[in-house]
């Protein structure tokens, strides 16, 4: 997300706190492509970035900014698996958008095995401007590389809304909780959706989905002793 109190605080607050739980954390604040190609160290991975749709399928939008050299260095993606899409903004900047076949190339069939994935991306699992259902096309890649849960939005969600029901629900998992548990109890507590408290007000309310086994546990990175 982008660098302002209002983004950073809130992961620098959930740092210390889960940190003080005797959780190990490391936050990327500078997310490249490079980095999304090594996920494996990690036992929960939560993207908190921003999401749209590019080709008819949901995607990541990391803040790298595209250049001569990042192109060369990210030529294979770019031309060979077109597994990830450059993409000019309204101020004249070109980035790039992370495509669901980035992640089946960089992991294979087992390369996430054990993880857990929750993304707080806008569009994870699609949105009402082109699909009347979810797309799970983005969740299924990390499930074909062995993630055993993936946990992301339907629609354009709202910031708060998404880092509330993220940080309730793996809190509770990291409480020994299954992930339909958790994630129930969240929705018990911030709504069905981001916008289940004046649904006239929100066209298109935003709501939680997951791809993986209801009975998920967290039994790789419990709580240290």
């Given at each position: 997300f982008e660098d302002t109190p209002y983004r950073r605080d809130f992961?620098?607050?959930?740092?210390?706190?889960?940190?003080?739980?005797?959780?190990?954390?490391?936050?990327?604040s500078e997310v490249?492509?490079?980095?999304?190609?090594?996920?494996?160290?990690?036992?929960?991975?939560?993207?908190?970035?921003?999401?749209?749709?590019?080709?008819?399928?949901?995607i990541l939008a990391i803040n790298e900014e595209a250049t001569t050299d990042t192109d060369l260095l990210y030529s294979q993606y770019l031309t060979e698996d077109y597994s990830i899409a450059k993409v000019m903004y309204l101020d004249g900047s070109s980035h790039y958008w992370i495509l669901p076949e980035f992640f089946r190339n960089c992991y294979g069939t087992d390369g996430l095995s054990n993880k857990v994935v929750y993304s707080e991306s806008c569009c994870f699992y699609g949105c009402d401007c082109y699909c009347t259902d979810i797309d799970t096309s983005l969740a299924q890649?990390?499930?074909?590389?062995?993630?055993?849960?993936?946990?992301?939005?339907?629609?354009?969600?709202?910031?708060?809304?998404?880092?509330?029901?993220?940080?309730?629900?793996?809190?509770?998992?990291?409480?020994?909780?299954?992930?339909?548990?958790?994630?129930?109890?969240?929705?018990?507590?911030?709504?069905?959706?981001?916008?289940?408290?004046?649904?006239?007000?929100?066209?298109?309310?935003?709501?939680?989905?997951?791809?993986?086994?209801?009975?998920?546990?967290?039994?790789?990175?419990?709580?240290?002793?």
């Amino acid at each position: 997300f982008e660098d302002t109190p209002y983004r950073r605080d809130f992961y620098a607050s959930l740092q210390q706190d889960w940190s003080a739980e005797n959780i190990s954390v490391n936050v990327d604040s500078e997310v490249t492509v490079a980095d999304l190609a090594n996920l494996t160290p990690y036992d929960v991975i939560v993207f908190s970035m921003h999401g749209s749709t590019y080709d008819n399928q949901p995607i990541l939008a990391i803040n790298e900014e595209a250049t001569t050299d990042t192109d060369l260095l990210y030529s294979q993606y770019l031309t060979e698996d077109y597994s990830i899409a450059k993409v000019m903004y309204l101020d004249g900047s070109s980035h790039y958008w992370i495509l669901p076949e980035f992640f089946r190339n960089c992991y294979g069939t087992d390369g996430l095995s054990n993880k857990v994935v929750y993304s707080e991306s806008c569009c994870f699992y699609g949105c009402d401007c082109y699909c009347t259902d979810i797309d799970t096309s983005l969740a299924q890649a990390f499930m074909d590389a062995s993630a055993e849960a993936v946990i992301g939005y339907y629609n354009s969600v709202g910031a708060d809304y998404s880092r509330e029901v993220m940080r309730s629900t793996l809190e509770s998992m990291f409480d020994g909780d299954t992930l339909d548990t958790s994630l129930q109890k969240s929705i018990g507590i911030y709504g069905v959706s981001d916008g289940w408290e004046d649904p006239a007000e929100d066209k298109y309310p935003a709501s939680p989905h997951y791809l993986g086994s209801p009975e998920t546990m967290l039994t790789h990175s419990a709580k240290a002793p």
